[in-house]
């Protein structure tokens, strides 16, 4: 018989206006209000409704605001604030979520697998590090309210990520962290004074009266402990049991209410013994370690996030009247001029239409020197005008500027988890399993042999086998090596190419814009008639003015005519028709003609329908520092795959320690030259910079597009070098050889520590405040350790 003027969930007196019922043990329940009702569906809808035949005590009351909180969330369908945060992904919509309550990588495991079961959730991906989550859903069968509620009723609050209020949600957790950690230690000593002083009989012999004080006011300074500062390990705890597995919170919850609670019976019967001193410096410890956890996530979260220091904020706008206007950087559309002074940020994506100047790119780059920049250049918002008074034409909106788009990369490249940081994952989790049936053997063996410390050995199993350290190794060295190469103007697309890096045999490297500056000039032509130099100049300059390959730049003319129906092959060339005649400019293989009677090594050729009317050959210069890092690259294979002729690959490259170099090639030819090397068993990784090298980048193991990169190399690349130094690729090597080794430090400490600690603490010889103390000290080391990859 149940009493419907109580919420059969926490026991509060039920709203008779407002009836909330949950099925439960097969009996409609009453419940106060509808975070009752949520929580306790929840459990019924996980198969844990057993919960509720065994508790002890009433629940804590669910979040009676529910109904309010809902409808909140639901200002967040309006398409207009939308537009501001949402990103399209192909069919689907994408936004970038600060997740608050996330306290370990359970959390994010946790999370991934209940919002998997959403139907309209097309891929989540938790940040774990920076406490961000990317959420790509179907809008026809979802609204982003529904997202924001599917994550509310498991118990974590997300709003759309915003620099200043993700700041805020991190000092908010920062202060919460302080307190739990500062109330832990400051009771930890005064608990350490009182039960040293019993243990060690430093007090001299005292009456059993004043002892049993001792123990209570004990008792008294643990209880806020283990209510207040361990909560934590709880809520992460009840998380994992309602998702129907578990994570290392489960034995750290288990140890401390068992020696809780323990304590609390020798108390009041005034026999056994009670170890509410290690229970503080338990949780004191744990708190600790996930303090420096948090504080380096943060760090390191601050590193590669940089770049939201760097998003504009105001602009100046050149109204159609020539009047100057200050308006939010987010408000200019495309098309808008803006005026941008010396010592000024640059406001948006655009081209330059009045003036010159130098521009500090070391936001994007990592590189101080200024970039020289002028009429028809393009520049980057968040960039610095140092020099001249620019004009610029706004070609992109804010939230699809360049800075914008490296933030979203970032985001969804720590979000994305290497195989390494799964099978670490799902063996932390095999792990607290193995740590429970130990724990549970252990208390069997000693309670049948009569021994009356079975249970705290048991206790010191559950403490000193916690796989806390485990469940740090990896992710805490991954974190902070994206964090080191963001700072080097070096940003990874997905985690897992890092660990990828160090099976790399093979690098293949494009020539144009790759090894080369890309900086083209003409060396020298030939035309069909001499009469006609300057018409097919202007007619190579029109057609190529609509290329975004480098080589373009080599025909750049202010008087171009006007062109029609242009057509783009990639990696061939491409055609438009001008004043009525259909032309075409491309490589040798884009041309159909015979070409005898051509007496220069033309790599670009000008024709018609009927015949070859001019022929070019242009170049570029070698990167400063190409053969310096093709040096240090050498213990692997390097090949070139250029679309250039091979003559010209022959002497560009004469000079350079490769051990192949292949002109003529289209970018077919890359894309199954590399599939052929991956087929004989080749790691291979791709450099690249156009178009054409979509292909290739796309199907290599590894991919890298250089700075200066086209959008769609860009897209197709798992890594991008911000800078325009070749060197930067040595550091991308060092350190994924570094984090490697982190990594296997990490593990092997973290695992050795368990199986050494193992023995000591099933056969007894391990009290529950030595086991503390080295778990603790275990995950400490291992964050540590992490952090000096930051260096």
């Known amino acids: 018989m149940t009493n419907d003027t109580s919420c059969y969930h926490c026991g509060q007196a039920n709203d008779p206006k407002h009836p909330y019922v949950t099925v439960i043990l097969g009996e409609p329940r009453k419940l106060c209000c509808p975070g009752c009702q949520a929580v306790s569906q929840a459990i019924v809808d996980n198969g844990l409704e057993d919960y509720y035949q065994f508790r002890t005590e009433p ?399 048991t206790i010191a199993v559950l403490v000193a086998t916690c796989p806390c350290a485990l469940g740090l190794a990896t992710p805490s060295a991954l974190t902070c090596a994206m964090a080191n190469l963001n700072r080097h103007g070096i940003l990874l697309k997905r985690a897992d190419a890092l660990e990828q890096l160090n099976a790399v045999d093979i690098v293949a490297l494009d020539k144009t814009g790759t090894l080369t500056y890309g900086e083209f000039a003409i060396v020298s032509q030939w035309h069909s008639h001499q009469e006609d130099i300057d018409h097919n100049l202007k007619v190579a300059a029109t057609l190529e003015s609509r290329s975004e390959h480098p080589i373009a730049v080599a025909f750049q003319r202010s008087d171009v005519k006007p062109v029609e129906s242009v057509e783009v092959t990639v990696g061939a060339g491409l055609s438009g028709t001008i004043s009525g005649t259909r032309y075409y400019i491309g490589s040798k293989q884009f041309c159909p003609h015979s070409l005898e009677g051509i007496d220069i090594d033309a790599n670009v050729y000008l024709f018609t329908d009927d015949a070859v009317i001019a022929a070019f050959q242009v170049s570029d210069t070698l990167r400063n520092d190409a053969a310096e890092t093709l040096q240090l690259l050498a213990p692997r294979k390097l090949i070139l795959l250029s679309g250039d002729t091979q003559s010209n690959v022959d002497t560009l490259t004469k000079s350079l320690p490769l051990d192949e170099a292949l002109g003529g090639c289209s970018p077919e030819k890359k894309y199954k030259h590399v599939q052929t090397l991956q087929q004989q068993g080749y790691k291979v990784m791709m450099l690249g910079d156009g178009i054409n090298d979509a292909p290739v980048l796309a199907s290599a193991d590894v991919s890298v597009a250089v700075g200066g990169a086209t959008d769609v190399a860009r897209t197709a690349a798992d890594i991008i070098l911000l800078g325009d130094k070749l060197l930067s690729l040595t550091t991308l090597f060092a350190l994924s050889e570094r984090t490697r080794r982190k990594i296997i430090q990490n593990m092997g400490w973290a695992i050795g520590y368990n199986i050494l600690i193992l023995p000591f603490a099933v056969s007894g010889l391990l009290s529950p405040w030595m086991a503390v103390v080295g778990m603790s000290l275990s995950s400490i080391i291992v964050v540590t350790n992490s952090t000096r990859l930051l260096k």
Request: charged residues 20%; aromatic residues 10%.
């Open 59 to 457: 629940a804590v009351q669910g979040d009676s605001d529910l109904n309010s909180v809902l409808d909140t969330l639901s200002v967040y369908d309006d398409p207009s604030l939308q537009e501001e945060f949402v990103f399209e992904q192909g069919k689907h919509k994408q936004i970038q979520l600060t997740l608050e309550g996330i306290t370990c990588a359970a959390c994010g495991w946790l999370i991934e697998k209940q919002l998997a079961k959403v139907d309209g959730i097309e891929k989540i991906a938790v940040n774990v590090q920076a406490r961000r989550g990317v959420v790509t859903w179907d809008q026809q069968r979802l609204s982003l309210s529904q997202v924001l509620t599917a994550l509310k009723r498991i118990g974590y609050t997300a709003m759309p990520f915003q620099p200043d209020q993700h700041e805020a949600s991190y000092k908010k957790e920062d202060k919460s962290f302080l307190k739990k950690l500062g109330l832990a230690g400051l009771m930890t000593m005064q608990v350490m004074m009182l039960m040293a002083g019993l243990y060690f009989d430093l007090f001299g012999n005292i009456e059993e009266e004043t002892k049993q004080y001792f123990y209570w006011v004990s008792l008294v300074l643990t209880t806020p402990v283990v209510l207040y500062s361990g909560s934590v390990f709880y809520l992460g705890a009840l998380k994992a049991l309602s998702a129907r597995t578990v994570n290392m919170d489960v034995p750290v919850t288990l140890a401390v209410f068992g020696t809780y609670i323990a304590g609390i019976k020798a108390t009041l019967l005034e026999t056994g013994e009670v170890y509410f001193e290690s229970i503080c410096m338990f949780i004191f410890l744990l708190l600790l370690s996930r303090f420096l956890e948090h504080r380096s996530r943060h760090r390191a979260a601050e590193i590669s996030a940089n770049m939201t220091q760097f998003v504009p904020v105001s602009a100046t706008r050149i109204k159609a009247n020539g009047e100057l206007v200050s308006c939010l950087a987010k408000q200019l559309n495309v098309d808008d001029q803006v005026i941008v002074k010396p010592g000024e940020t640059v406001p948006i994506d655009g081209v330059i239409t009045e003036g010159h100047s130098n521009i500090d790119e070391s936001m994007l780059s990592g590189e101080f020197d200024p970039v020289k920049k002028r009429l028809g250049d393009q520049v980057f918002g968040g960039t610095v005008n140092q020099a001249g008074t620019i004009t610029v034409r706004v070609t992109k909106t804010l939230k699809h500027a360049l800075v914008n788009q490296i933030i979203r990369l970032q985001t969804e490249a720590m979000a994305l988890k290497p195989r390494v940081a799964q099978l670490a994952d799902q063996f932390s989790r095999y792990f607290v399993v193995a740590v429970l049936l130990v724990s549970a053997a252990t208390f069997l063996y000693w309670y049948s042999n009569d021994n009356p410390d079975a249970f705290w050995i």
